[in-house]
């Protein structure tokens, strides 16, 4: 079992920054990789970014490459996703998500994942 909790969203203009975090806890926080993806009001759950087990892989959405920068602390089990530029567009609900160790499907997916967080949101203003 994994726990995931959210923090760091809120209100900001466009073109501002914001830090999210997500802090794990139960198994082994090295051991996994995990993922970030976000939910607008009416529309899918999509992928926003993904990290392996050692943070030497990293992808991203084509809509946020150069823009948000996902990076782990595994001494501090936590997982962060920088976000600058921010446009309304950004607007959502940020979830961070880990796979159990038998699911090898696509990071892409929210399928792929078993554990998710409660989420946080994210509000960008014009």
């Known amino acids: 079992q994994v726990q995931l909790v959210e923090s760091g969203g809120g209100l900001v203009q466009a073109g501002g920054s914001l830090r999210l975090s997500c802090a794990a806890s139960?198994?082994?926080?090295?051991?996994?990789?995990l993922g970030w993806f976000r939910q607008a009001p009416g529309k899918e759950r999509d992928f926003v970014a993904h990290?392996?087990?050692?943070?030497?892989?990293?992808t991203y959405a084509d809509s946020v490459k150069g823009r948000f920068t996902i990076s782990r602390d595994n001494a501090k089990n936590t997982v962060y996703l920088q976000m600058n530029s921010l446009k309304p567009e950004d607007t959502a609900v940020y979830y961070c998500?880990?796979?159990?160790?038998?699911?090898?499907?696509?990071?892409?997916?929210?399928?792929?994942?078993?554990?998710w967080g409660q989420g946080t949101q994210v509000t960008v203003s014009s």
């Open positions: 139960g198994r082994t926080f090295s051991s996994y990789p």
């Open positions: 998500a880990v796979p159990s160790p038998t699911n090898s499907g696509s990071p892409y997916s929210s399928r792929s994942y078993d554990y």
């Open positions: 990290i392996s087990w050692s943070g030497t892989t990293r």
